[in-house]
């Protein structure tokens, strides 16, 4: 029978570790891609992953292999992005699935994110196969890291397969231990349709396509479907599976992943978790849906051109639906106009939308600092929850502030832990507990305020660890802390779009920093700039941006043409990203340099 002739798997791993090689050699073993046709990390199809080298997408890839058994077997591989941001992704494919490759690499051994994902896994029930890569570096410790799966995680890791992605070493053997250990899926065909959208994608001639697995039940073409949570019913235009590409098919059974078109024009038609059934003969109940987690740090985005307001709302429109992370509101600035208050998972999660905002819509945007939201309790009883610090009510109003805290897990090799315990303590972390992962590496737990993880907490870590450290953090709750609202005036007004919260005593030395970075970010104007930073009326630092003197131009002797030409250019270069706010222009930098000051 077919459905115990299918194994749906993921692969799991530390970034690095090399899952997105693996994958490659698999669709390479498979025969589903000649070693020709292979573009190196096949399954990282956005450019933008190519280029970062991460994951951040998962997508999913139907495989034919025929195993030592003489038996043809369905591989439905569902690739899962490697960064603490994306864990909602990872959990997402993960309950697609059966069984999942755990990878580690073997010179680096059990890290952060191997744990992280691990327990994803467990917690989806899925048959974790142990996977010891990268067996040909000179530093590969196949023995040790065996040892550290079975001591750390607790997997019994004397069946792990040794194997080299790169130079395709245990391939097959992984393909044969997926046959072996994955079960099939289970799921009656005669049942009523339930499958579980994992993802999806809007294309402008078919649609919105969405990526689902039938668990119970069968979907095909012509079938009226309904969508479990809006209960919106549609026609199914086409279902197939990508082979990595595309291919019409009559119709996806149990445990079988694929797509489904069904006309559907209005992205928030199809929401990533939500299941689908047959319209005409409906299943009573839905599948779990995914827990949705919220964003946890927020920023303003504003058009550079202000007419471009549209288009950007649009874009938005269009992530969100491949990104159910992602949260955008409309919102507006004194300073920047009319943007979107958009909410991200953490910071490179920020960093990927607003790359793909810029480059696959052609969207210039200003983007404002990072904030997490406060609890704020005030003294008429009520509370507010905010995620823009100029919302921040003023301070007689106030009776307490409260800030989220995480708990972050910093493995690292024992010489770095007093160098990582004073970042820790800087950024006003508290000691949790300290314990050995094997004789010299050592997992630290802290806990820390979310805020001050955004200002470049993990960029120090991995500098002052010579990039040994790796590290997993979730949130633990609020916490009441001493915050108070920074305002940064230029020429005498606030600009509503730099204002930041900062804990009382540091607040001092942060403005004094943000002022003296600013004065010299922003360029000279025509005439004088006063920069202050004050909280509530109180000017706690000042800078002054001294007129430009004269015309840059002047520099310039009449004759040299290419001279002035270029200088003209790099003007121009610079324009840009500047936004006038009030009469003085202001570079993107700016809007993002309280970030970069400690
Ligand atoms: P991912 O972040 O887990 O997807 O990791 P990648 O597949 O992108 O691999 C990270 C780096 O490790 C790349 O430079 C790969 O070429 C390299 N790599 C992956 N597998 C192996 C291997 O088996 N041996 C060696 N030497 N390098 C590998
Ligand atoms: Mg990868």
Redesign the pocket.
């Known amino acids: 029978e077919k459905q115990a002739r299918i194994r749906n798997f993921s692969i799991i791993?530390h970034?690095?570790?090399?899952?997105?090689?693996?994958a490659d050699r698999i669709l390479e073993k498979t025969g589903a891609l000649t070693k020709r046709e292979m573009q190196e990390?096949f399954l990282d199809r956005m450019d933008l992953e190519r280029e970062r080298?991460?994951?951040i997408k998962l997508q999913s890839v139907r495989l034919p292999y025929k195993a030592r058994d003489g038996r043809e077997y369905i591989l439905n591989l569902i690739d899962t992005p490697?960064h603490v941001d994306f864990t909602y992704e990872v959990s997402r494919s993960l309950q697609a699935c059966e069984g999942a490759l755990l990878?580690v690499d073997a010179s680096q051994g059990v890290e952060a994110q191997t744990l992280a994902n691990v327990y994803l896994a467990l917690e989806n029930d899925l048959e974790i196969i142990p996977v010891i890569?990268?067996?040909?570096?000179p530093s590969a410790e196949p023995e040790r890291v065996k040892q550290e799966i079975e001591d750390v995680i607790g997997l019994d890791a004397s069946n792990a397969v040794l194997?080299?992605?790169?130079?395709g070493i245990g391939i097959e053997e992984i393909l044969e231990q997926i046959i072996e250990k994955v079960p099939p899926p289970e799921g009656d065909e005669k049942a009523p349709l339930r499958a579980l959208i994992f993802d999806s994608l809007y294309d402008s001639y078919k649609g919105v396509i969405i990526y689902t697995r039938v668990v119970e039940g069968t979907i095909k073409k012509g079938m009226p479907i309904k969508m479990m949570s809006t209960g919106k019913t549609f026609e199914v235009t086409e279902v197939g599976a990508f082979t990595p590409n595309a291919i019409t098919l009559d119709e996806l059974k149990p445990g079988e992943v694929g797509f489904v078109c069904a006309n559907i024009k209005n992205v928030r038609d199809t929401r990533v978790g939500d299941t689908i059934t047959n319209a005409d003969n409906p299943a009573i109940e839905p599948l779990p849906g995914y827990r949705r987690i919220n964003p946890m740090v927020f920023c303003g985005l504003y058009p550079v051109d202000s007419s471009d307001y549209d288009d950007l709302r649009e874009a938005l429109e269009k992530l969100e639906l491949n990104d159910a992370s992602l949260s955008y509101e409309p919102e507006t600035s004194q300073a920047l106009g009319f943007g979107f208050r958009c909410g991200f998972l953490g910071l490179l999660h920020m960093e990927i939308i607003q790359e793909r905002i810029e480059r696959e819509f052609g969207i210039q945007l200003i983007t404002t600092a990072p904030s997490v939201v406060y609890k704020v309790y005030k003294t008429d009883q009520t509370m507010l929850e905010i995620e823009n610090p100029t919302l921040m009510p003023p301070v007689q109003e106030i009776e307490r502030v409260e800030e989220p805290y995480v708990k972050a897990s910093i493995m690292v090799p024992d010489d770095f832990v007093g160098a990582v315990m004073e970042i820790c303590q800087n950024k006003r972390g508290q000691y949790v507990t300290l314990n050995y992962l094997d004789t010299n590496r050592v997992n630290l737990v802290y806990e820390l305020p979310l805020a001050e993880i955004v200002y470049d907490f993990f960029d120090q870590l991995k500098s002052n660890t010579k990039g040994y450290a790796s590290y997993d953090y979730e949130l633990v709750g609020y916490k009441a802390s001493n915050l108070v609202k920074m305002d940064i005036l230029l020429n005498g007004e606030v600009v509503d779009a730099l204002s930041f919260i900062v804990h009382r005593e540091r607040a001092y030395q942060r403005g004094r920093a943000l002022v003296e970075k600013l004065r010299k970010l922003i360029p000279r104007q025509m005439f004088e700039v006063p920069i202050q930073a004050a909280i509530g009326n109180k000017v706690i630092a000042r800078e002054t941006i001294s007129a430009m003197r004269k015309n840059v131009l002047a520099k310039c002797y009449g004759g040299d043409v290419s001279r002035k030409r270029k200088l003209l250019e790099k003007q121009k270069e610079g324009k840009k990203r500047m936004k006038a706010v009030g009469n003085v222009e202001v570079p993107q930098e700016a809007f993002m340099a309280v970030l970069k000051i400690d």
């Open positions: 791993a970034i690095d570790h090399g899952k997105s090689t693996l990390q080298g991460i994951t490697g990878v890569n990268k067996i040909d570096l194997a080299s992605a790169k130079s």
